[in-house]
C-alpha cells in the first residue's frame, strides 16, 4: 500500500468515526428532552405533578389550602381565571375545581395549556386524575369554556420532612397560542403532562357570549 492509499484510508475511518460520533450525539439531544420529561412524572422532580390513581379517600391529617392561578399569554386574546381563588381539603380527598376562559377576539383562536405546581418539592405527592392540560381548545368569538380539574394529595407527604410543614400548594395553569410559544416562555420544560379527559359527572361547557 502507497502512502498516499494508506493516508485515505485513515482519513476514511477518522470521517465514520466522526459521524457515527454526530449521529450518537444527535440521537442523545433528541432523546434528553421525553427523557427528563419522563423522570419528572415519576419523580415529581422540578414540581412535575404525578399521574394519579383514583384517590384513596380522606385521611385525617393536616389540612391542606390549595389555591388557583392562571396566567395567559400576551399573544392570546383570552382572559383566563379560576372559578375559586382555594379550597381546603384533606390528604386523600379528591379535589374538583374550574377554571374558565373566554375569547374576547373577533376570530376563533385556539389555545393550549401548561401546569405546574408549587412549592416544587410536592410534585411527587400532588396527583391530577383529570385535567384539560395539552389539549387545545378552539373558542369563537365571545365563547366560554369551562374548563374542569381533579385531583387529590398524597398522605405520604406528612411523613417526609421536606413537605411535612406544608399546608399550601399552589396549582398554575398557564394558556398559549401553541407548544412553541410555551417552550420559548420556560413553561414547556416544567409542565406536566395531560393525564385524560374529566371523569364522568363533570362535565366540561362552552357557552355563547356576544362581543361588545
Not at 33 to 54: D, E, I, K, Q
Not at 181 to 204: C, F, K, M, Q
Request: charged share 15%.
Amino acid at each position: 500500500m502507497t502512502p498516499a492509499e494508506d493516508l485515505r484510508r485513515r482519513n476514511r475511518r477518522t470521517m465514520l468515526a466522526a459521524l457515527g460520533f454526530g449521529g450518537t450525539m444527535l440521537g442523545v439531544a433528541f432523546a434528553a428532552v421525553p427523557l427528563y420529561n419522563l423522570f419528572c412524572r415519576v419523580t415529581g422532580f422540578n414540581g412535575t405533578p404525578m399521574l394519579g390513581s383514583a384517590a384513596p379517600g380522606a385521611t385525617n391529617g393536616p389540612g391542606l389550602t390549595i389555591r388557583f392561578v392562571a396566567g395567559t399569554h400576551p399573544d392570546l386574546p383570552w382572559q383566563f381565571r379560576p372559578e375559586q381563588v382555594s379550597m381546603r381539603l384533606q390528604p386523600g380527598e379528591e379535589g374538583v375545581a374550574f377554571y374558565e376562559a373566554r375569547n374576547d377576539g373577533r376570530v376563533p383562536v385556539t389555545g393550549i395549556s401548561t401546569y405546574n405546581v408549587t412549592p416544587e418539592v410536592v410534585g411527587r405527592y400532588f396527583h391530577k386524575t383529570a385535567c384539560f392540560c395539552f389539549t387545545e381548545q378552539t373558542l369563537n368569538p365571545g365563547q366560554d369554556a369551562q374548563m374542569p380539574l381533579s385531583f387529590w394529595v398524597d398522605p405520604a407527604m406528612f411523613q417526609d420532612p421536606e413537605t411535612r410543614d406544608i399546608r399550601t400548594i399552589t396549582v398554575s395553569y398557564t394558556f398559549f397560542r401553541s407548544l412553541d410559544d410555551a417552550a420559548r416562555s420556560g413553561a414547556l420544560a416544567n409542565a406536566g403532562p395531560h393525564v385524560g379527559p374529566a371523569p364522568e359527572g363533570i362535565t366540561a361547557g362552552v357557552r355563547p357570549r356576544a362581543v361588545p
